[in-house]
């Protein structure tokens, strides 16, 4: 006997026309814990920015361009969305984060075995999934380089001043 996993009809139909109503309202709470994240330490934004993202992306293109503008979070989530990046100041955040909540979490609640093993080993494949994201070091170098050489250049090319004609003039 074969047990399948798939969604009744009915239920399919419902969420397939109220998909992008559902994804909206997610992103919104996603950014709505973003903001706060801003305002509370230890809240994270850009990781709940960049989930509002992927959810506008699927619901409200449009909304999507105030997040990747954004002149603090922007390149972070611009860099995940098109190339699954991390950089490596948010992975250490992140995982530290993680393992200080944990701690706390377990000193103050006390859990049992079981509990303890499992938000442990969840926070485990969290941030290994982390460190194992690729980083942004490259094109961030190759970007800084190429600003430079185009500073450069500038500062060249205004700093020139125009040769004047001596052909055929005698002094």
């Known amino acids: 006997m074969q047990v399948s996993a798939r969604i009744p009809a009915k239920l399919k139909a419902i969420l397939g026309s109220h998909r992008r109503q559902i994804f909206n309202l997610l992103a919104w709470c996603c950014f709505g814990l973003g903001f706060v994240g801003m305002l509370v330490p230890l809240m994270p934004t850009t990781v709940f ?62 859990p049992g075995l079981w509990p303890a093993l499992t938000v442990a080993t969840i926070l485990a494949l969290v941030a290994t999934w982390i460190a194992t994201r690729p980083d942004n070091r490259h094109r961030r170098r190759a970007r800084q380089q190429q600003a430079q050489v185009r500073v450069g250049l500038d500062e060249l090319v205004s700093s020139a001043e125009p040769v004047a004609e001596t052909r055929g003039v005698s002094r």
């Open 49 to 110: 920015w960049i989930c509002a993202a992927w959810l506008w992306l699927r619901s409200r293109p449009e909304r999507v361009r105030f997040l990747i503008d954004h002149p603090r979070f922007g390149e972070s989530i611009r860099d995940f969305l098109e190339h699954g990046e991390i950089c490596p100041t948010g992975k250490k955040a992140a995982i530290l984060s993680m393992a200080g909540s944990y701690l706390i979490w377990f000193s103050l609640i006390g």
